[in-house]
Nanobody
Framework: QVQLVQSGGGLVQAGGSLRLSCAAS????????MGWFRQAPGKEREFVAA????????YYADSVKGRFTISRDNAKNTLYLQMNSLKPEDTAVYYC????????????????????WGQGTQVTVSS
């Protein structure tokens, strides 16, 4: 099993930036696709961004495109989400997730396609 431990997040004013990290256990991190999701109060969890195992492709929700950047450091077994120009509507609990299919060519953007999840971290953007 792969364990995902998240860090980062917190409270920031609108227009500010935050970076989330997600550290993965195990030796196969570089072999599977990763994603970020978020869940706002009273809403369903939604896709934010995803990245292929070799960092060859990235995918974003329209709501964050141009403001958020997903990246990974396979040497450090760590996934990142750099969030810039934050808006109050970005307030949510953010989750990293792993799709444990090895070397998958299709990057999934629905939560059902992910097998393991981080513990979640709160991001609050004040207006």
């Amino acid at each position: 099993q792969v364990q995902l431990v998240q860090s980062g997040g917190g409270l920031v004013q609108a227009g500010g930036s935050l970076r989330l990290s997600c550290a993965a256990s195990g030796r196969t991190f570089s072999s599977y696709n990763m994603g970020w999701f978020r869940q706002a109060p009273g809403k369903e969890r939604e896709f934010v961004a995803a990245i292929r195992w070799n960092s060859g492709r990235t995918y974003y929700a329209d709501s964050v495109k141009g403001r958020f950047t997903i990246s990974r450091d396979n040497a450090k077994n760590t996934l990142y989400l750099q969030m810039n120009s934050l808006k109050p509507e970005d307030t949510a609990v953010y989750y990293c997730a792993a799709d444990l299919r090895l070397y998958a060519t299709v990057v999934v953007t629905t939560e059902g396609g992910y097998d393991n999840w981080g513990q979640g971290t709160q991001v609050t953007v004040s207006s």
